[in-house]
């Protein structure tokens, strides 16, 4: 966390000073806005959570409830999110408070008494180690709290408007402000009445039962997969000996997938209901919560589960949908118009709850799009910078309900059916790394690059998010994660892998630095004039010896730039590797140096050999708008600050 380059600060970091539209933000939701989001789920509070760093784009985001969510259905935080949770700043405060997933246990009719269940097998959950990140539960309430937080300590200061349904949106093509939307007031003194706001563009991130999605025009397509489940949150008294860990439980009478919860007592357990005859009309709906625990009790034989709590439970049908397109540009209209509208999460795709997805896919929809926003708001993209949101997260919605059919099939059959008895733990294993959220892989794309140096980093795969590996940092000799420095504030990241020449010597890295400084074809070129020379572009660079090897003085100056009112120099940007962990070997990067570009939601979009200046220039180009004076700027640029003078003073 960097802070003081502005002047002392006294306070909490994590505050921003505010700025742009936060500097007197009104508390009434205006008639005119850049962004509104509707519904203030996981997808919906991480793109606020994000646009809330671009000072000068007013945002806000509507939810028909009153207040805060109090207890949210979804609690699977795969290690991607939590990845993601680390750009936001919270990775480490919630995992203090959530339940982690390190192994999952497998339980089947016991040979000698097909009655009883025994446990079969143990699988450790990331055994691949996938990420430095752990899986684990914990309320979707709590996700949203901390996307608030962030989000009101932000430059922009943003909050929910609650209080507000969407009712409908009209979509012009006419003014600055082309999308009218009209909302209702579903609480306060104007509960029952209708207002109309404009805005440049919409997110509909309310649910499966999207009104968004229905203006226009999209419709979830798919299938049934005729089977119930029971599900609750419970507090218990019971015998059975795996009740905090992970369980996938296949009895004679039925499944249970059991998930500890966050806190030492709670857990959910999905109950098996069978079979769902589509003649009844869905009335397995009308399951209560007293034969769920029945049924529970049947699968669970020998063991015994005494109910005492029940927080939530609910019956549904496992259903797979999704929508042939996430924003509102007609397949026939595709390339004539940009998008004004965007769906994301549920409203989009739904599948099973089982396999923890529903809540962490989402988030992701929300990443997307939100910086993509943000970039063509402020002026440094082209609108045709949010065509490619649609186009990305369609294939990732298809692919995990593909995967989740699969899963949720395999949970749901009964132990005879199996071919081979490990079938089912097997599965769990092989497809670790899908689960865990790192089999998206996005294609060849104005921000996406064809694989054509792959060899170059054969650990950073093109398109696939950036795997972190451990570093240490030149000027305070403090061993870290490289990937955990690259926060939620918008900026592409471009690491450096200097070739083998020490620092100062005249090298590849050397020859790059010079280039990407100070030509005209250089991303950096385009930062805005006045704005700090990382504010949209952050460039590291990480020299192959140990960082005692490494003259600081020595690095060039593009590693080091001069940030801030008093243009303090940051020495954060220059690293080394650990000799307990080289960089270079476990991520396959090329001795004779290679350049990695990431997007600002921390995906790969190229890698390069260093002597390639004008391919990296042109890709960047295809990105960055026409050369021209920017409109605004990340917070590290733009955040306010009182003239020097008066810092000094007030830090005395």
Same mark, same amino acid.
């Given at each position: 966390m960097q802070f003081h380059h502005h002047g002392y600060v006294s306070g909490d970091p994590r505050v921003k000073p505010a700025a742009g539209v936060g500097l007197n933000r009104p508390d009434e939701l205006p008639d005119e806005v850049d962004v509104l989001i509707v519904g203030t789920g996981p997808a919906g509070m991480l793109a606020a959570a994000q646009l809330s760093m671009f000072p000068n784009v007013t945002t806000r985001i509507i939810e028909r409830r009153p207040g805060r969510l109090a207890i949210g259905q979804a609690d699977g935080i795969q290690a991607r999110s939590v990845e993601t949770f680390q750009a936001f700043g919270f990775a480490e405060r919630i995992i203090a408070e959530a339940y982690r997933i390190t192994?999952?246990?497998?339980?089947?009719?016991?040979?000698?008494? +097909?009655?009883?269940?025994? +446990?079969?097998?143990?699988?450790?959950?990331?055994?691949?180690?996938?990420?430095?990140?752990?899986?684990?539960?914990?309320?979707?309430? +709590?996700?949203?709290d901390y996307f608030a937080e962030f989000a009101a300590n932000s430059p922009t200061r943003l909050k929910p408007d609650y209080g507000y349904e969407f009712q409908g949106l009209e979509v012009t093509e006419q003014g600055e402000y082309p999308v009218a939307v009209t909302l209702l007031h579903t609480a306060g003194p104007n509960e &029952? +009445?209708?207002?109309?706001?404009?805005?440049?563009y919409v997110v509909g991130a309310d649910g499966a039962r999207s009104k968004v999605r229905a203006a226009i025009g999209c419709t979830l397509a798919g299938d049934q997969a005729n089977h119930a489940w029971g599900v609750m949150d419970t507090l218990a008294v019971t015998d059975f000996p795996d009740i905090r860990t992970k369980c996938a439980i296949q009895g004679e009478k039925g499944s249970i997938l059991l998930i500890p919860r966050e806190g030492g007592h709670l857990f959910r357990m999905y109950v098996d209901l069978g079979e769902v005859d589509p003649a009844t009309h869905h009335a397995v709906r009308n399951t209560s919560i007293e034969q769920i625990i029945d049924k529970a009790n049947e699968i669970l034989h020998p063991y015994t589960l005494d109910v005492r709590n029940v927080a939530w439970h609910s019956v549904y049908e496992v259903g797979h949908r999704l929508t042939d397109r996430f924003d509102d540009v007609l397949p026939e209209d595709r390339g004539t118009?940009?998008?004004r509208v965007f769906i994301t999460g549920d409203a989009c795709h739904t599948h099973s709850a089982k396999a923890g997805q529903g809540m962490n896919v989402s988030m992701q929809d929300g990443f997307n799009i939100a910086w993509k926003l943000g970039h063509v708001l402020e002026g440094r993209s082209p609108e045709s910078l949010l065509s490619t949101y649609s186009a990305e997260r369609q294939v990732v919605a298809k692919n995990l309900i593909d995967f989740d059919k699969e899963w949720s099939t395999m949970m749901a059959k009964k132990p005879e059916e199996f071919e081979n008895p490990s079938d089912l733990e097997d599965f769990y294993v092989r497809t670790a790394e899908f689960p865990a959220g790192f089999m998206t892989e996005y294609a060849p794309s104005m921000l996406v690059a064809? @694989?054509?140096?792959?060899?170059?980093?054969? /650990?950073?795969? #093109?398109?696939?998010?950036?795997?972190? @590996?451990?570093?240490?940092?030149? /000027? %305070?000799?403090?061993?870290?994660?490289? &990937?955990?420095?690259?926060? @939620?504030?918008?900026?592409?990241?471009?690491?450096?892998?200097?070739?083998?020449?020490?620092? /100062?010597?005249?090298? /590849? #890295?050397? %020859?790059?630095?010079?280039?990407?400084?100070?030509?005209?074809d250089s991303p950096l070129a385009a930062t805005p004039s006045g704005a700090d020379p990382d504010a949209w572009f952050d460039v590291k660079v990480i020299y192959q010896q140990p960082h005692t090897a490494v003259d600081i003085g020595q690095v060039p100056a593009v590693f080091k730039p001069q940030v801030g009112p008093f243009k303090l120099t940051d020495y954060e940007k220059v690293y080394a590797t650990d000799p307990s962990a080289d960089i270079f070997e476990l991520r396959g990067l090329d001795r004779n140096g290679v350049v990695v570009v990431v997007r600002?939601?921390?995906?790969?979009?190229?890698v390069l050999p260093l002597t390639a200046t004008a391919e990296l220039g042109a890709f960047c180009a295809q990105f960055l708008a026409p050369r021209q004076s920017a409109v605004g700027a990340t917070p590290a640029m733009q955040a306010a600050s009182p003239a020097p003078s008066l810092l000094v003073s007030n830090g005395a």
């Open positions: 192994e999952m246990a497998f339980w089947k009719p016991d040979p000698a008494n +097909r009655s009883n269940i025994i +446990r079969t097998a143990r699988a450790v959950d990331d055994e691949m180690g996938i990420s430095e990140f752990p899986h684990l539960i914990v309320n979707q309430a +709590r996700v949203l &029952g +009445r209708e207002r109309v706001v404009r805005a440049k118009r940009t998008p064809p @694989a054509k140096h792959q060899g170059l980093a054969t /650990g950073f795969p #093109v398109g696939k998010r950036f795997k972190s @590996a451990p570093v240490v940092r030149v /000027g %305070d000799t403090n061993p870290l994660h490289l &990937g955990h420095h690259a926060t @939620a504030d918008g900026r592409w990241r471009i690491y450096v892998f200097a070739d083998a020449a020490p620092a /100062g010597a005249h090298s /590849g #890295v050397a %020859d790059f630095a010079e280039w990407i400084a100070n030509s005209p600002p939601d921390q995906y790969v979009a190229n």
